[in-house]
């Protein structure tokens, strides 16, 4: 950590590299990242929540170029296509070049699909991710997976596309309603999950006092975490092997979130849930300590995250959707599983039997305590 507070994790991918900046007042901290802009033009991309938050501070920033703004509807509907093809006609308006930058104010929904706008603008132009929410700051503003929702699927169009800088300020989240804040707990809960059982632990010890926002433990998570992705990206930046781990929870979860029109769970929140789940497929399957299943569940119960599956959920439908996963090779199921806590693994050719088993049975418990 520097002397002002500002933690700085790089990622760090061959001979490209870029920051994630961690700390309090970054926003308004143009002097360090209004450098990472090459150009002339910027178009800021956030949505109609944040925007009367943060965009004043931002613009502060942007003095003397030529920029304007793009606002997004709020929620997760609206990661779609139609916006992308929005963002694009904004940054037609605006007569941005090839060297303009897009920044991204918001949380993951904005994060996604502005990085995606990036990608296809010219081919490619700048984007600074500057992230809003807690699960934006720990997982999606960091790795460069950028897209859009469909109708069918989450995330099923989309590019690699990283950013130019991540600028964490974490005085933004002082607005952020509670239960997107535990949301983004899950994304934290996940990497400790995959690989990392000390910071499990210490999750486990700081779980009151990171339900609290309590300062020094949650820049600490915040930078863990980010640290630990970083790491991972670095050495799989595409997902051709190690990165897939990064899902742990995820073919379960975006299928809960897809069978839910993108209305009813929050992203975090379906992951949680997914954990849990591939957490009893794990067991059912003789991988994985029933012991562990308890610990991660006690973990989730007491940083206030779901661990059922929504009453009505249809076990039949959700492996329908899973089978659409962007994992999947040959026709069969390949999941995220563990051994237990930080030893999760890539399994291809998971038997649907057993998936359907471990879904029948947590939509029955669903149904019970409905
Ligand atoms: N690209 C990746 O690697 C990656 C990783 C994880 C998640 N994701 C994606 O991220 C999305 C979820 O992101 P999210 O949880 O940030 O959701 P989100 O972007 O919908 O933001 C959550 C809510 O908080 C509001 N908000 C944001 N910042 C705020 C602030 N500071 N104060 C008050 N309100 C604020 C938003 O307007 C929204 O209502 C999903 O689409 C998910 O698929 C992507
Ligand atoms: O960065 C990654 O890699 C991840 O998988 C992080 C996930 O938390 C994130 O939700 C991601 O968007 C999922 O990607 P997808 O490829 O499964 O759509
Ligand atoms: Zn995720």
Redesign the pocket.
Known sequence: MSTDGIRTVEVALGARRYPVWIGRGLLGDAARWRARLRGRHALVVS????AP??LERVAQGLEGLHWSSFLLE???AH?SFANVGRVLEALAALGATRDACVIAL???????LA?FAAACWMRGVDFVQM??????MV?????????V?LPAG??LAGAFHQPRAVVADID??????DR?YR??LA?VIKGAAIGDEDFFAWLEANADALAARADAPLAEAIARKVRYKAGVVARDETEQGERAL?NLGHTFGHAL?TAGRYTTL???EAVAIGMLLAARLSERLGMGPAADTARLRRLLVRLGLPTGVPAGSDPQHLLDRMRLDKKNTAGALRLILWRGIGRAEIVAGVPEPAVLATLEEACRAGQRSA
């Open positions: 949505n109609t929540t944040v938050l943060y709020d929620g997760e990661k918001g949380g993951g929904v904005v994060g996604d990085g992230p809003t929410t807690l699960l934006a997982d999606s503003s960091v790795g460069g997976k950028t897209g929702n989450k995330n933004t989240l002082a607005t952020l309603p997107e949301a983004g994304e990064l979130e929050l992203h975090g």
